[in-house]
């Protein structure tokens, strides 16, 4: 989900002082722990088995490092660390990942599915702010995040399970003015690249979109490389075979291998420094321990009170609904199904991004479910449908800095915004054509009889996402500072005192399927780094599966990570409540 300003205007008709008050006091808050009992979202329907693991029973009391968060950038981060060579003399690393709720609870559990750098759109805010070539870099590095899932997903043999696929994704435009400057915008970014580039675009003029699409009110369509995913099932599949490979065994009898626990439902309520180690405490029991990664994303804030105002949360929302009858044939279940079955090998499925005046909507479909599925979800292929955002409280505004995912209360308190809700459940009948008779009852009823919108949403759920106030995620050492450089306090002492050995990854502003997994492993090798010296640790890596340079392997990790995503004193302290506002207002 991008926030792009050309994009997304969200404050054009909004009193700006009364919302731009609002908006401050939310952000300045203290975003605070997760909230217990989320609502569930349709990924999570397939749990995992180790979904509230506590591995060993007991929380450990030492360790070398731990993982706050239990989401895609905390496995990649790892998977990275365990990926290491244990030397002979030296013990293997001891890692413990703390989650506050279930394992993958968080926004990677909640999202759309999409793994879509949308390179020319975001291209422009990048090249304005680092100039051509920097910009080039970091869509490079977003663009590398299909083919790293692709190879890791197909590493570890969990494809058909995560439903890894890469397709073509889709934008669509409605107003000639919004398309007409996107396709300026695809042409510069192709310009600018020059040739050396396989990444392929298409444009679609409003003459061929009904035959190709079926899009009434479309006058322009994009498309260009994409991937779509199950990231509660990859991440948490990702997370068993680690545990299994990784077991935490007391006595230890291996000390020369590396060893993982999980706690799941285990929140950490604060960090202590010692000397030379933090104590992490937790209800539980503490974990003294040389290193902290916070993988916390939208609450990253909370431990971190000097990235108040820097990384905040934004509340988005979702739906899962059942196809209608008249969704493009190419892109329907039967389709997907003959592909599955290796009889359609030409056949490459869609993804859609739907881009208007203001605002936009995402949607992905589903492939067959496989089998030992549970019963509720072994229909068909279902359509993962989310945006809306605009059409929440203050054009969208009220959603920033909420970080209430759970169920409506008694009374409309919490839950998901109703009018967001009743836009999604609704929006997709009027953007495909209607059936050959011109009746909409057709459309809506979806493949199995199901007559109204209502009866179509299986499933509504929201999402806490972390925006970074600079656009760009936050990754590396985060010094602690005596007092806490509170957002809403004057200039304070920001001397930092020794190196804490806290590290973050987090702040990926909705695009954390095109960024989270690079920062996870770029934090891992800093990590790794201080520990073993630089340039000093040795990976083992799957012969079957050979770098081949379009990824994002660990021992070019210097190449392709930017180094704008990096945190330095002079970041943090540049970033401030104006930038925010200015920034999301345009």
């Known amino acids: 989900m991008s926030l792009d300003p050309d994009a997304v205007n969200h404050a054009r008709s909004t009193p700006i002082n009364r919302v731009s008050d609002a908006l401050m006091n939310r952000i300045r808050q203290d975003p605070g722990r997760p909230r217990p009992n989320p609502m569930e979202s349709y990924w999570q329907k397939t749990s995992t088995p180790i979904c509230s693991i506590q591995h060993p029973i007991d929380v450990p009391m030492e ?41 993958c609870s968080g926004a990677t559990g909640r999202n759309g599915g999409h793994i879509k750098a949308s390179t020319y759109i975001e291209y422009q805010s990048l090249k304005r702010r680092f ?9 490079e590095f977003r663009k590398r995040h299909l083919n790293e899932m692709l190879k890791v997903a197909e590493e570890e043999g969990i494809t058909l399970q995560c439903e890894m696929r890469e397709v073509e994704g ?21 310009i600018d690249r020059g040739e050396d580039d396989d990444w392929a675009y298409r444009i679609w003029e409003a003459e061929d979109i009904q035959t190709e699409f079926r899009l009434d009110h479309a ?6 490389p994409a991937g779509t995913i199950s990231p509660y099932t990859f991440t948490t599949r990702l997370w068993e075979k680690l545990i299994h ?16 626990s999980i706690q799941t439902n285990t929140e950490c309520r604060s960090i202590d420094q010692l000397s030379r180690n933090n104590l992490v405490v937790t209800p539980r029991g503490t974990i003294e321990a040389k290193h902290v990664i916070h993988c916390t994303n939208a609450h990253a804030a909370h431990l971190f009170p000097q990235l108040i105002g820097k990384i905040f949360p934004l509340r988005g929302q979702m739906t899962a609904q059942y196809p209608p ?17 290796g009889e359609h090998a030409d056949y490459k499925p869609r993804s859609w991004v739907f881009i208007y005046k203001k605002g936009f909507d995402y949607l992905m479909l589903r492939p067959p479910p496989l089998e030992g599925d549970p019963p509720q979800i072994s229909t068909s292929g279902v359509l993962m449908f989310g945006g809306g955002l605009s059409l929440g409280d203050d054009d969208g505004f009220g959603e920033f800095g909420l970080v209430d995912d759970g169920e409506r209360q008694m009374y409309g308190t919490g839950g998901p915004n109703i009018r967001i809700a009743a836009y999604l459940g609704g929006m997709l009948q009027y953007l495909f054509r209607k059936g050959e008779s011109g009746n909409n009852e057709t459309l809506v009823g979806g493949n199995s009889g199901r007559g109204n919108v209502s009866s179509r949403v299986i499933s509504n759920w929201t999402g806490i996402m972390g925006f970074s106030a600079d656009e760009l995620p936050w990754v590396g050492r985060v010094e602690q500072r005596i007092p806490p450089g509170l957002a809403r306090l004057p200039p304070l002492d920001t001397t930092p005192f020794k190196p804490s050995g806290q590290w973050i990854s987090a702040g990926f502003s909705g695009e954390g399927m095109v960024n989270a997994w690079g920062c996870g492993v770029k934090v891992a090798t800093m990590v790794l780094d201080e520990i073993n010296g630089a340039g000093r640790t040795e990976y083992v890596k799957n012969v079957h599966f050979p770098d081949d ?15 704008e995503y990096l945190i330095t004193d002079e970041r943090i302290d540049s970033v401030n409540m104006e930038y925010i506002l200015n920034y999301y207002q345009n």
């Open 63 to 103: 360790a070398d490092i731990v993982i706050i968060g239990s989401g895609i950038s905390a496995v990649a981060v790892a998977r990275t660390l365990l990926s290491t060579k244990v030397t002979r003399g030296k013990d293997g690393l001891r890692i413990v990942v703390l989650d506050a709720r279930k394992l």
């Open 131 to 139: 100039g051509v070539e920097r910009a080039l870099d970091i869509i």
């Open 170 to 190: 889709v934008d669509v435009f409605f107003d000639k003015e919004t398309w007409e400057k996107h396709k300026e915008y695809v042409h510069e970014y192709v």
């Open 219 to 224: 006058i322009g369509c994009i498309g260009y």
């Open 245 to 260: 490979k990784h077991p935490w065994l007391e006595p230890d009898f291996y000390p020369h291998h590396h060893k993982l």
């Open 325 to 341: 009858d008249d969704f493009p044939d190419s892109y329907t279940i039967q389709a997907a199904l003959r592909v599955h079955l």
């Open 549 to 563: 340079g379009k990824g994002l392997d660990v021992d070019s990790v210097d190449e392709w990570f930017p180094e």
